[in-house]
């Protein structure tokens, strides 16, 4: 018997989808069927995913590179969303960034970068595709937050300070659109092979290995994994939750 596909025929936005975590979402996605609309900045990188999703016999993704920061254009994706495919069903925030730092010497800049890019844009995105899925009684928001938003963590003020927004709005929003069948859930992940955590010394990342009860650094994968579940039907009656993907670093 053929597979069925866990998003056959879904329309979902990724954001942040050019690298890491956002691009095995946008593989798992394509490989489960849906069509894709990829956003990040970098054009290029965009590019080399929509060609791997294609090689991999996925549907050939829309890409439209921005700012998630820039309302406007955060309107204009969803738009173009609308005019080629006429619903959006699921919509991935994952685009995020970390300016680290002790918090007594923390800029401004660094403070405004971080809450702008994680909080407010993942604010605009869920404000631009809300109404769309209100009006078609359906759809599925994911939040890309992080166990430092559970917890806090040294030199990551601002960073957890929007990932902690993110998880009281995540539970916000999915209050107010519940009666609607529209879901929002957040994933928080803990440490995960990415760019993102590249920039830590072999020193800082043994230590935290320690704190692992699995033993080791997350996957991606391991990631998509939970936004898959969050985005499939078997999900169906969960809203304003949040998965952690840690490996048991967090425990409730
Ligand atoms: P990553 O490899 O650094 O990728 C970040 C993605 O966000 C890239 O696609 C980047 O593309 C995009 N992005 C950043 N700023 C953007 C902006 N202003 N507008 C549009 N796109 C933007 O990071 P990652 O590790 O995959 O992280 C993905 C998400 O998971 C983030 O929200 C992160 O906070 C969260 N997370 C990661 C970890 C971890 O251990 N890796 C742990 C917990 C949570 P461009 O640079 O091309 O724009």
Redesign the pocket.
């Known amino acids: 018997m053929p597979s069925i596909k866990k998003l056959e025929g879904k329309i979902a936005i990724i ?10 979402i946008a593989l798992l996605y394509a490989q489960e069927g849906a069509r894709l609309i990829l ?4 054009q290029i ?2 590019d080399s995913v929509a060609a791997e999703i294609c090689l991999a016999g996925g549907l050939k993704p829309l890409l439209f ?6 309302a406007q254009k955060v309107t204009e994706l969803v738009d173009k969303t609308l005019d080629n495919y006429k619903r959006v069903d699921i919509l991935v ?6 300016r680290d730092g002790l918090f007594v010497r923390m800029s401004e800049a660094d403070w405004d970068e971080v809450l ?3 909080l407010k ?1 993942t604010f605009l995105c869920m404000r631009a595709v809300s109404k769309v899925m209100m009006k078609q009684r359906a759809g599925r928001i994911i939040n ?5 938003g559970l917890t806090g963590n040294a030199g990551q003020a601002n ?1 957890a300070a ?2 902690a927004g993110i998880l009281a709005l995540t539970k916000s929003v999915a209050k107010e659109l519940g009666s609607r069948n529209v879901l929002v859930n957040a ?11 590249q920039t830590l010394g072999e020193d800082v990342k043994h230590n935290i290995v320690k704190t692992i009860p699995v033993g080791h ?2 996957k ?1 994968i391991d ?1 998509a994994k939970a936004a898959l579940y969050l985005a499939s039907d078997e999900s169906n009656f969960i809203t304003g939750q949040v998965i952690t993907v840690d490996g048991g670093m967090v425990m409730g």
């Open positions: 954001t942040g989808a050019s690298r890491g975590i956002g691009k095995a956003s990040a900045r970098n990188l965009l590179p921005l700012d998630v920061t820039n925030n994952n685009a995020g960034v970390t702008n890019t994680n844009g890309m937050a992080s166990v430092v960073y929007s990932k994933i928080a992940p803990g440490f995960i092979d990415t760019d993102m955590t650094f997350g991606p990631v």
